[in-house]
Each structure stands twice: as C-alpha cells, then as structure tokens.
C-alpha cells in the first residue's frame, strides 16, 4: 500500500466518527484528525490499529496558553512515511485521558511524560511514578506549560 492509499483508508475510517472529527490533510503525507469527543478517542485508535495503520510514534502535548485555558494532545501514528496526527483538547486544569497502554504497551513512556511535564491526567496509567523530573519536584508545577517559571523552585530543586 502506498501513502495516498493508506491516507485514504485513515481518512475514511476517521470520517466515520463524523460528529467526533474534523478531518484535514495540511501536506500530502500527512493527515489530521482533532477528535471532538474524548470518549470517541480509544475506539479510533482502536480502528487505527485494526486496520495496521501504523505504529505510535509519539504522544505531545501542547499548551495553547493561558487564555485558551485548554491543552492539545497529539497522538502520532506513522504508516511508512506517512503521519497520521490525531488531536485532542483538554482542560489546561485538571485535563485527562484515558490511557492507551492495554492497548498499545509503548504508550506508556509518553504518557507518563504527558502527565509529569503538562499536568494531564491520564487515566489508567500502569506506572505513575516520575520518569524525568526529581523526586522532590513540587506538585502542580509542570515545567512545558508556556507559564512555567524556574523562579518557582527552592534552589536544591534547580538543575545546572
């Protein structure tokens, strides 16, 4: 199968959620999909591997900002050189998501990454301890959210 082939098969598969997604293609290997309903997330992912539509490359968070007072999380699949990019927003305070490590167990790294560096909840979660941050690392303080201010930490908590 090649790029456009498998693109088209993604692209059909997510649009049959049509109330939970919006579907758009920025460059001809890529495709993005913002799910509109996390509870419609897993069942995608789901299908995705169903239909051998790539492995997980990656799982990003991105803070929209104070303002937006919401996060993205970017799930990456990558069929061949293709990348497959399902987007979800969640609250920048208390945001979850359901963990995807019964499903795909290499999940689990980025989730706990997710969870350590932006806040995001992620339900489920087989491991929960920290996997970069130190022990003594103050709770609520997430060092990737655009607000994060080193100032915040006592001096023995400060890296050099």
């Not at 579907?23 to 995608?44: A, G, N």
Request: glycine fraction near 6%; hydrophobic fraction near 40%.
């Amino acid at each position: 199968m090649n790029t456009e082939e498998i693109l088209a098969i993604a692209s059909e598969l997510v649009k049959s959620w049509d109330w939970a997604t919006e579907v758009s293609q920025p460059s001809p290997k890529r495709l993005d999909v913002r799910v509109k309903e996390l509870k419609e997330l897993v069942p995608i992912i789901v299908g995705l591997r169903v239909k051998r539509l790539g492995y997980l490359a990656a799982i990003v968070g991105l803070d929209l900002g104070k303002e937006a007072n919401e996060l993205e999380v970017l799930y990456q699949f990558c069929p061949g050189d293709a990348v497959i990019t399902l987007r979800v927003r969640v609250p920048r305070e208390r945001g979850s998501v359901p963990s995807l490590c019964d499903i795909i167990p290499s999940a689990e790294p980025y989730e706990r990454e997710l969870r350590e560096m932006f806040g995001v909840e992620v339900i489920g979660l087989h491991t929960p301890e920290l996997l970069y941050l130190p022990e003594d690392w103050p709770s609520g303080v997430y060092p990737l959210q655009k607000d994060f201010d080193p100032g915040v930490l006592s001096t023995s908590q400060q890296r050099k």
